[in-house]
């Protein structure tokens, strides 16, 4: 196995730079290289957490984006000062409500389905100029983002609103413009989750799914897409817990179709890296997610992930344990000092070329919410706001003709993590414009007596665990039995969706249907001005939203005929 060029892409190391990989690698034992290949997951940031994964010498370690920026930062210096190997940092820095940085005291810039939904990949630019810069000021140098999977299955509930849309072109070109950006900002970028999600309606967190593409399609679609990215220079792709049974029947190898890319050498090393080209490092999904647990027992997979291709081991469940199965795994010849040479060669070297072997100091911390980044967010905001349908003429509302407005929404929304997220404010905005707005309970009598339109305002983005999407009635309406009323035949209705765009599927005869894609608050206030005609809708669907829904064996002709 010959060692990775580091004077190419996507390292473009000088001598020094190589001197400084080719030095640090030989003063590591063996037991301290296998470390280097793991990145546990810190949730508290408590530094008796933090020292033991000093103390274990791992290559590095992720935390939530969306926590105070101030401990965040804090804990970035804390580890780097400490640490014998400079870091890597790392988080999922895809914007939207949930993965924003800092939270509230960072830019609110909408998701990438938002984004596509511009048309205009300036704003990937700017998502990634703004999560980057952000970033960087708490503390991160490596971002598991974009998400480069076509959103093709509209019950996949994982890819959604995380992704750039359904066509590979527009995927493509957003990826593209977003991974300049973070690199330039100084963040190692990532394109997943390879060989490709959004065929399959099952999440990948909880099960292991497929790519269920022919190869010409595939080709066609997510290999294209991966294609260009990796001649672009992305420095990290993440293989997921996703088969592609049609290249593992392809090359003659049966036995291999049911092995998601973080586990099978041929996806991850024969296509990706033989076929594709690609140089950079391979980290592989969360290896605590259902998708790579149901495979067998963690002492088999955990060096098989390694052997596999993938560099970096990412969220160990028990690091100590995970070390020690690694080494057995070299112990018994699972895997080879060979191929672990290749891994910290290249982990090493992702870490040359963020300049990391000079310096980890931060950037000024002032950058969050600053006012061109407040600035580019409203902006990509107000062009995402997209008009589905309005077949009932019933925009644009109105406080002479729409006063009296029934507003449907969750009665508690949660993140990812079940924790609760506050209230959405088009209620309060819309109060706040003159209309008189009631808040929909189980009781409540729906009549044109007492109402002029029903809004229904729903907020799902795309999260870690969740089964699925789709319109929840029991929860929107308050009982099993109101769950089956449908209101659009009693008062003119609209659904407003601050997250998925296919709620056409669950109310196609529903007349008005506004998707905006993120519930952050400029989009909320941009909704509120669209439904008001105070701005025009501009989005442009990064999807099909208004199509019924495509059996599995025919999603490969709609990607061949786009």
């Given at each position: 196995?010959?060692?990775?060029?580091?004077?190419?892409?996507?390292?473009?190391?000088?001598?020094?730079?190589?001197?400084?990989?080719?030095?640090?690698?030989?003063?590591?034992?063996?037991?301290?290289?296998?470390?280097?290949?793991?990145?546990p997951?810190s949730?508290?940031?408590?530094?008796?957490?933090?020292?033991?994964?000093?103390?274990?010498?791992?290559?590095?370690i992720s935390r939530?984006?969306?926590?105070?920026?101030?401990?965040?930062?804090?804990?970035?210096?804390?580890?780097?000062?400490?640490?014998?190997?400079?870091?890597?940092?790392?988080?999922?820095?895809?914007?939207?409500?949930?993965a924003?940085?800092?939270?509230p005291?960072?830019?609110?810039?909408?998701?990438?389905?938002?984004?596509?939904?511009?048309?205009?990949?300036?704003?990937?630019?700017?998502?990634?100029?703004?999560?980057?810069?952000?970033?960087?000021?708490?503390?991160?140098?490596?971002?598991?983002?974009?998400?480069a999977?076509?959103?093709?299955?509209?019950?996949?509930?994982?890819?959604?609103?995380?992704?750039?849309?359904?066509?590979?072109?527009?995927?493509?070109?957003?990826?593209?413009?977003?991974?300049?950006?973070?690199?330039?900002?100084?963040?190692?970028?990532?394109?997943?989750?390879w060989?490709?999600?959004?065929?399959?309606?099952?999440?990948?967190?909880?099960?292991?799914?497929?790519?269920?593409?022919?190869?010409?399609?595939?080709?066609?679609?997510?290999?294209?897409?991966?294609?260009?990215?990796?001649?672009?220079?992305?420095?990290?792709?993440?293989?997921?817990?996703?088969?592609?049974?049609?290249?593992?029947?392809?090359?003659?190898?049966?036995?291999?179709?049911?092995?998601?890319?973080?586990?099978?050498?041929?996806?991850?090393?024969?296509?990706?890296?033989?076929?594709?080209?690609?140089?950079?490092?391979?980290?592989?999904?969360?290896?605590?997610?259902?998708?790579?647990?149901?495979?067998?027992?963690?002492?088999?997979?955990?060096?098989?992930?390694?052997?596999?291709?993938?560099?970096?081991?990412?969220?160990?469940?028990?690091?100590?344990?995970?070390?020690?199965?690694?080494?057995?795994?070299?112990?018994?010849?699972?895997?080879?000092?060979?191929?672990?040479?290749?891994?910290?060669?290249?982990?090493?070297?992702?870490?040359?070329?963020?300049?990391?072997h000079?310096?980890?100091?931060?950037?000024?911390?002032g950058?969050?919410?600053?006012?061109?980044?407040?600035?580019?967010a409203?902006?990509?905001?107000?062009?995402?706001?997209?008009l589905?349908?309005?077949?009932?003429?019933?925009?644009?509302?109105?406080?002479?003709?729409?006063?009296?407005?029934?507003?449907?929404?969750?009665?508690?929304?949660?993140?990812?993590?079940?924790?609760?997220?506050?209230?959405?404010?088009?209620?309060?905005?819309?109060?706040?414009?003159?209309?008189?707005?009631t808040?929909?309970?189980?009781?409540?009598?729906?009549?044109?007596?007492?109402?002029?339109?029903?809004?229904?305002?729903?907020?799902?983005?795309?999260?870690?665990?969740?089964?699925?999407?789709?319109?929840?009635?029991?929860?929107?309406?308050?009982n099993?039995?109101?769950?089956?009323?449908?209101?659009?035949?009693?008062?003119?209705?609209?659904?407003?969706?601050?997250?998925?765009?296919?709620?056409?599927?669950?109310?196609?005869?529903?007349?008005?249907?506004?998707?905006?894609?993120?519930?952050?608050?400029?989009?909320?206030?941009?909704?509120?001005r669209?439904?008001?005609?105070?701005?025009?809708?501009?989005?442009?669907?990064?999807?099909?939203?208004?199509?019924?829904?495509?059996?599995?064996?025919?999603?490969?002709?709609?990607?061949?005929?786009?």
């Amino acid at each position: 196995m010959t060692l990775p060029d580091l004077s190419a892409s996507p390292f473009f190391l000088d001598d020094e730079a190589q001197a400084w990989v080719t030095r640090t690698r030989d003063a590591l034992s063996l037991h301290e290289k296998l470390a280097q290949l793991l990145i546990p997951l810190s949730f508290r940031l408590e530094r008796e957490e933090l020292d033991r994964f000093l103390a274990l010498g791992v290559g590095g370690i992720s935390r939530f984006a969306s926590l105070d920026p101030h401990a965040l930062r804090d804990s970035a210096e804390y580890l780097q000062e400490r640490s014998r190997v400079p870091l890597l940092l790392s988080t999922d820095l895809e914007g939207g409500e949930l993965a924003s940085v800092g939270g509230p005291a960072g830019t609110p810039y909408p998701n990438q389905m938002a984004v596509a939904a511009t048309d205009d990949p300036a704003f990937a630019e700017h998502f990634g100029r703004v999560l980057g810069r952000e970033g960087r000021a708490v503390g991160f140098n490596c971002t598991f983002s974009p998400v480069a999977d076509l959103d093709l299955n509209p019950l996949n509930p994982i890819v959604n609103t995380r992704s750039f849309g359904s066509d590979a072109a527009r995927v493509t070109a957003f990826c593209e413009a977003a991974i300049r950006a973070f690199q330039a900002e100084g963040v190692a970028a990532c394109a997943k989750h390879w060989p490709g999600d959004g065929i399959d309606y099952r999440n990948q967190h909880l099960v292991t799914s497929e790519n269920t593409l022919d190869l010409p399609a595939w080709e066609a679609s997510y290999g294209a897409v991966y294609r260009h990215l990796i001649t672009s220079g992305v420095k990290i792709v993440m293989p997921g817990h996703i088969t592609l049974p049609a290249y593992a029947h392809a090359r003659g190898r049966p036995d291999e179709a049911d092995l998601p890319a973080t586990l099978s050498p041929l996806l991850t090393t024969t296509l990706l890296r033989d076929e594709l080209g690609f140089n950079g490092v391979v980290v592989s999904d969360a290896t605590e997610m259902g998708g790579f647990t149901s495979q067998g027992p963690r002492e088999k997979l955990v060096p098989q992930v390694i052997a596999a291709g993938c560099d970096i081991l990412l969220f160990p469940t028990d690091v100590e344990r995970d070390l020690e199965f690694l080494c057995r795994g070299v112990q018994d010849g699972r895997l080879s000092e060979a191929r672990v040479e290749e891994a910290i060669t290249r982990v090493l070297a992702l870490k040359a070329s963020l300049g990391l072997h000079k310096s980890t100091a931060l950037p000024d911390l002032g950058t969050l919410r600053a006012p061109d980044h407040l600035a580019w967010a409203e902006d990509c905001a107000a062009r995402a706001v997209t008009l589905v349908s309005d077949t009932q003429h019933l925009l644009p509302l109105d406080p002479a003709r729409h006063r009296r407005l029934l507003i449907i929404r969750q009665p508690q929304r949660r993140n990812g993590l079940g924790f609760p997220l506050p209230d959405l404010r088009v209620p309060e905005l819309l109060d706040g414009m003159g209309f008189e707005v009631t808040l929909y309970t189980p009781q409540t009598h729906v009549s044109p007596d007492l109402y002029d339109a029903l809004l229904y305002v729903v907020a799902e983005e795309a999260l870690m665990v969740t089964p699925d999407l789709r319109l929840d009635w029991v929860e929107l309406h308050g009982n099993p039995f109101r769950a089956m009323e449908r209101f659009w035949d009693v008062l003119p209705t609209a659904i407003i969706s601050l997250g998925t765009p296919h709620y056409a599927h669950d109310a196609p005869r529903c007349q008005t249907l506004v998707n905006a894609y993120s519930p952050v608050l400029p989009v909320q206030e941009a909704v509120v001005r669209a439904l008001t005609g105070q701005q025009p809708f501009q989005g442009v669907s990064p999807v099909d939203a208004c199509s019924a829904l495509r059996p599995v064996r025919e999603w490969h002709k709609l990607v061949v005929e786009r």
